[in-house]
């Protein structure tokens, strides 16, 4: 895992967004795996200010996100396909057919789990994954204890990922309790990723995954084996690692 270490979020935004920028301009045929949550909004919005500013153009990016609530339709402002048109999609000209989110109103989530495993499939797999992290470690909504092997599946959310969500919502009881979500190993399929780390609320996972066990209870713990992962992260999310880990890294 490579780590680079940015002063804060809005630091962290410009370089992932730069990343991203990067993959597109040398594969505009890219097939990006992307993210929802509050520690991706500024990239997105760094990304749609590059793409005007370099007149760079997504219509031939092909994109699959990592989840979505079941229960709720792409047109609920709580809804990741939602989230998605409105801080990225609906800013750039990547064509409505590029996109793709699971279906959370699918009759048979279980079937929609399939579809989408063999989406991806199909556009050849994922070129670069961005991630934010959990503070229990998941990745997607793939929660502590979660198979290693696991693909697109349906999960029932722990009650702190729905606290944690909460205040997207109109009150506790309105947040989905379920969610379909790739799984770990489609995760792991992805040739490149891009992990996304900010705040002093993420410090203690953060550690974990660097200095933790390879272990189920800890999902993103599996990261440390892929190849080709870079981490951004920063300052305050690198305060418990040690210091010499950071300074070979610092940017
Ligand atoms: C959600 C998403 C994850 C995201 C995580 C962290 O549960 N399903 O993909 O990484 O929360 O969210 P945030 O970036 O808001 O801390």
Redesign the pocket.
Known sequence: MKLVVVKNDQEMSQTAARFIMEQVKRHPHSVLGL??????VGTYAQLIDLCKLEKQSFQHVRTVN??EYVGLSSENLNS?HYFMRDHLFDHIDIPVENYHLPNGLAKIPANECERYEQLIESLGGIDLQL?????NG????NEPGTSFLSRTHVVRLTES?RQ??ARYFPSLEEVPTE?I?MGIATIMNSKKILL?VS?KH?ANILQQLFYGPLDERIPASILKTHPHVTIIADEEAVSLLDRNDLEVNMT
Do not use: C, E
């Open positions: 993210a929802t949550g509050g520690t991706v990592l989840d990741y991630l934010g992290i959990g503070r998941h990745i997607g909504f990922t944690a969500n969610a979500t996304l705040g993420k």
